[in-house]
């Protein structure tokens, strides 16, 4: 019987790639054909980018053929949230303003995943801009969870999650300001990384709020979310990224040491949290007893802070999205309105009608709270905020390695659900602290809920640049939790099979 793609890990592709077993060219076209079976339930994807996958695929049999040693991701189909730049492609961010908009050039994130041998199949949906959690504000279509395709899949990188969680490609790229990688992993019950700030190149990937954005990978194994990091920072600090810092790790090497005698933090007051459903506060329980049971010491901790991080991120995040997007003019980047007699109507016009709703709402409130009187009142505080969570994160790691806690209060729900955009914000709650300090954090799928019989995450994070310290939590529960490699329900084995 022959194997489909979303049976194997990364590293087994790339394995099977160098010694032969197949070509990378038919790798690429087992996963076009996983997408084109499977992706008209999930919409994950945006543009299918068909002539690259082949063109990077055929590259590496070249080598392979030439008898040259293959890079670790030979092979290896990934796909990219679509506000990162990819020469060839369009880069959209889920916008009506971006919906022409033809790649320049290639993010050094996607390029590095490129450098490293893997297979590009094109631009995943996500929110527009990436305001939101739930893939339903992209301006083009909503992406449908696989574990339910009435459910959302999480967001903003909705569509990164949903591809990975429906085997339509092995690894994708994520891009997470208040939770945009982990809250859709946890939803679609895959891996997703926040590395820590200045980990990841965002040179080419297009700004939210720049002192808070991480690129980070999703895959349904922590070790394929491993490779995919090294990948991201072989070649070293990204001089074209003022915020990149050099990162000597090795995410794969300590995978699997053992986390025996380490600490792990857990915050008994979260899981009291209004709006934490039963089910998630079981599945946190059963998460700390399996790294328990793997000999880590469980410690209670404090993030005191914490209630006040949802406050003072939705004050620096829309300040900092409205000074980044006011470069979308209608001049320069993006839609412009035919026919305006003067350039105040062109400007006017061509964002009221590029941007929709969440984009505007986001932009107007970063401009009222920058505006003089206001800003003193709110985006002052909100740093000072800023600087005790941060505090409060140096404090805690003082005492453990890593600390546990939900990645999202709730499974996933229902399209169009939650339409309060308020009630939306406080489901961040979570995973928003470690934008806001900076830390890395990963979301690992734990169990099926009891009552819903969907995935739900555990969170981990750990200190600033203990990026491969946290992998090897992530993957001692990885490891006692039996989802690792986990296809949604449905999609396993539909098209995608491997001579
Ligand atoms: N849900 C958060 C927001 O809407 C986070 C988004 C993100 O990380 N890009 O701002």
Redesign the pocket.
């Known amino acids: 019987m022959p194997a489909t793609l979303d049976q194997l890990s990364a590293r087994q592709i790339a394995a099977g790639v160098a010694s032969g077993a197949f070509s990378a060219v038919e790798v690429a076209q087992a996963a076009l054909d996983a997408i084109a079976e499977r992706d008209a339930d999930t919409q994950a994807f945006l543009q299918v980018s068909e002539d690259l996958a082949l063109a990077a695929a055929a590259r590496v049999d070249a080598l392979r053929a030439a008898g040259r040693a293959l890079p670790p991701l030979a092979g290896v189909p990934v796909a990219f949230k679509d506000n990162m730049n990819l020469l060839g492609t369009r880069t959209t961010c889920a916008s009506h303003m971006l919906e022409r908009y033809e790649s320049p050039f290639t993010a050094t994130c996607v390029q590095r995943l490129l450098d490293a041998g893997a297979t590009p199949l094109g631009k995943l949906n996500m ?1 527009e801009f ?4 739930t893939t339903d504000s992209s301006a083009f279509h909503p992406t449908n969870n696989p574990w339910g395709l009435a459910l959302v899949p999480g ?3 909705g569509g990164s999650a949903a591809a990975v969680a429906a085997g339509e490609v092995t690894l994708a790229l994520g ?7 982990r ?1 859709p992993a946890s939803l679609c019950g895959v891996v997703g990384m926040k590395p820590t700030y200045g980990v990841v190149s965002r040179y080419g990937v297009v700004a ?2 720049s002192s ?2 991480q690129v980070g990978p999703l895959g349904r194994r922590v070790e394929d979310v491993a490779l995919a990091l090294n990948a991201l920072v072989a070649g070293g600090r990204d001089p074209r990224d003022s915020t990149s810092q050099a990162c000597e790790q090795d995410f794969i090497a300590h995978l699997d040491d053992p986390i025996e005698g380490r600490h792990v933090g857990i915050i008994p007051s979260l899981l009291e949290a209004p709006g934490l459903s039963a089910e998630v506060r079981v599945a946190m329980r059963l998460a700390a007893e399996r790294l328990e049971a793997q000999g880590a010491h469980i410690v209670e901790v404090s993030l005191p802070n914490m209630a006040s991080a949802i406050a003072a ?2 004050v620096i ?1 829309p300040c900092e999205a409205f000074s980044n997007l006011a470069r979308f003019d209608g001049v320069r980047y993006g839609y412009q309105e035919p026919g305006c007699a003067t350039l105040a109507k062109q400007t006017s016009l061509s964002r009221a009608r590029g941007f929709d709703q ?1 984009a505007k709402r ?1 932009q107007m409130l970063g401009a009222y709270l920058l505006s003089s009187g206001v800003y003193e009142q709110y985006y002052l505080p909100a740093q000072k905020v800023r600087t005790l969570i941060t505090a409060d994160y140096q404090r805690a790691f003082e005492r453990v390695d890593a600390i546990l806690m939900p990645t999202s209060p709730t499974v996933a729900w229902e399209h169009g659900a939650i339409s309060d955009p308020a009630a ?2 406080l ?2 709650v979570f ?2 602290s470690s ?1 806001i300090a900076g830390n890395c954090a990963i979301s690992v799928p734990v169990c099926l809920g009891s009552e819903s019989g969907l995935p739900i995450g555990a969170q981990l994070q750990g200190p600033s640049f203990a990026d491969a310290r946290l992998l090897t939590f992530a993957r001692a529960l990885e490891r006692s939790c039996s989802m690792e490699g986990l296809v949604a329900p449905g999609f396993a084995g539909r098209g995608g099979e491997l001579a």
């Open positions: 929110d990436a305001f939101g959690s967001g903003s990188s891009s997470d300001t208040g939770g945009s990688i809250q939210f709020g808070l954005d991120y939705y995040a969440e986001r939306l914000y489901a961040d995973t928003i934008n």
